[in-house]
């Protein structure tokens, strides 16, 4: 066997320290703080209306249930049909997808 001899023994972070520097890594950071404000679950209605219930109501272990069954079978039911139109899996399509369920 071989030995291999490595003939680059530079610090590894460098790389990351000018990457991180980098307009690249500006450009990730925006394009996620957008997708971020655009897709904030709390933006949503039912935040809002779930903010305003009663804490007696909020805490009841048979209503926290019930959201979280009704959740997984949301979840569920996007995988599903994931795996039926993969098609919609691509990054273009996210915005159609909802579209295609409405119809």
Request: include cysteine; charged fraction near 20%; proline fraction near 9%.
């Amino acid at each position: 066997m071989e030995d291999t001899i490595v003939s680059n023994q530079e610090n590894p972070t460098t790389h990351l320290s000018e990457f991180l520097k980098s307009p690249a890594c500006e450009d990730f950071q925006n394009a996620m703080a957008t997708m971020l404000e655009e897709h904030r679950p709390s933006r949503m209605p039912f935040f809002d209306r779930l903010a305003n219930l009663p804490s007696a109501v909020v805490r009841d272990p048979s209503f926290l249930g019930e959201i979280h069954l009704i959740y997984q079978s949301a979840m569920h039911a996007t995988r599903a049909a994931v795996y039926l139109l993969p098609h919609l899996d691509a990054p273009g399509s996210e915005a159609e997808t909802p579209n295609i369920y409405r119809r």
